[in-house]
């Protein structure tokens, strides 16, 4: 097939993703966005201009060879793109669904400079899926080094660590706290934005290359991370932030009111959605208000609307303009039909009998200046209180470190919030002993969480060879 030229090129349209109308997927847990088929994908992929020193690369923690799969779909050699993708990541399915490449790799992408970018991780999605319903062969393994690893927690930056660890020859033994397999992946992110399914695929891949997968597994109560290493020959900890943060105003306390880290796991991992036949139950709520504007924020209230609310809300305290959630997730919610009260602060959770919500007051805001984060600082209005109508209340204002494991894991330094102290490569403040991810950083991305497991990789398979362990210097 001729190759096409760069103005041929820039000739084509960047293709948009078919979606479930969303008078229909309000109604359901089915995934939003449909795919693409073949023949979409490979012209979107022949979008791309190939670019000799490709932006997109070096803004991809995931460290993923860009334009060789895209150069592969172009060309309708889905198996190699495939195969490339692998390469890189354990999770490719998982990040063409949630990741934000518009902040990521389409953000550098050339032909974004006069065009709209190239749909990298629409795709990545469609690469990966083609993968996992076509049998793509495996990775052939090196022989064992007869290193043994754990690895504390089944989430994004813990799956990725297993998967290059074994693919370098090591043993890898990933253990979960809970039942299943994903952390965030599948507790925190609902089934109409990643599929269980697709995570569970993912996961199976590096289990058939020999990583041991061990559930029911709480490190700090079942085994500390002294007792690991004692059978292991490093430990990586990739065990998240688990601890819902909460406002600290009065009412948080009612009955009816959950964190968005409670509230989703409930859901997303608990199916209380399928109440009573499964037998997690979670408040309907005729009247949901969600506080806080990031990701999580909408994923809470759109569940809200698919349990049946009547009225689903966002209640947040700067403008529209500065919601941190992706815009797609905001459109999205929007278009099922989410109220956002915007420029309001919550100030108290009003109760009522049995101490049940009965709304939340809140107080009206202006922007100021802008503040650290770069963010015009919220200023309240004095005298401007109201109270909005609410019987379920949802904070979804961030999460913070677990203490579990820290607090049974000697020689591992924490900082004052107790996030693990670690460097640049995820070297902890105990020699054997790596850790990356939210548990280092604070709740952050997916695909932050897959490139900080991928310097922990790396760094732990050069201790695993050599055993030096340099002098601790926190990045």
Known sequence: MRELTVAERCAIPRHSMPHQDPRERVGNF???????????????AQRCLLCRKPQ??????????????????????????????RESSALPAVCGRVCPQETQCEQLCVLGKKHEPVAIGRLERFVSDYALRSDVPLPA???????????????????????????????????????????????????????????RQEVDLIRS????????????????????????????????????????IPGENLNGVYSASEYLTRCNLMRANDFPRNATPVAGGRKVVVLGGGNVAMD???????????????????????????????????EEGVKFSFLANPVRIVGGEHNCVTGVECVRMELGEPDSSGRRRPIPVAGSEFVI????????????????????????????????KADAEGRTTKPGV?????IVTGAATVILAIGAGKKAARAMHEYLLDSRWPDFAEA
């Not at 490190?219 to 600290?248: I, K, M, Q, Y």
Request: proline share 5%; with cysteine.
């Open 30 to 44: 089915d995934e939003v966005a449909l795919g693409w088929d073949a023949e979409t994908a490979v012209k979107e």
């Open 56 to 85: 997109c690369v070096a803004s991809c923690p995931a460290e993923i060879d860009i334009p060789g799969f895209i150069a592969e779909t172009a060309r309708g050699n889905f198996r190699e793109a495939s195969t490339i993708l």
């Open 141 to 199: 393994l090196p022989p064992s080094t007869g290193k043994k690893v754990a690895v504390v927690g089944a989430g994004p930056a813990g799956i990725t660590v297993a998967g290059d660890l074994v693919k370098l020859g090591h043993e890898v033994t990933l253990f979960e706290a809970l039942h299943m397999p994903g952390g965030v992946l599948v507790y925190g992110i609902p089934e109409f934005r990643l599929p269980k399914e697709i995570v």
């Open 209 to 248: 290359l020999g990583v041991r997968l061990v559930t029911n597994f709480v490190v700090g109560r079942t085994a500390t991370v002294d007792e690991l290493l004692e059978e292991h020959d490093a430990v990586f900890l990739g065990n998240g932030a688990g601890a819902p943060s909460f406002l600290g």
């Open 300 to 334: 809470a209230v759109r569940v809200a609307l698919r349990l049946g609310a009547d009225e689903a809300s966002i209640l947040y305290r700067r403008s529209r303009n500065e919601l941190p959630a992706r815009l797609e997730e905001i459109e999205n919610a929007e």
């Open 389 to 420: 109508e609410a019987d379920t209340v949802v904070v979804a204002i961030g999460q913070n470190a677990n203490p579990i494991v820290a607090s049974t894991a000697t020689g591992v330094e924490t900082d004052r919030r107790g996030y693990f």
């Open 434 to 438: 790596f850790a990356g991810g939210d």
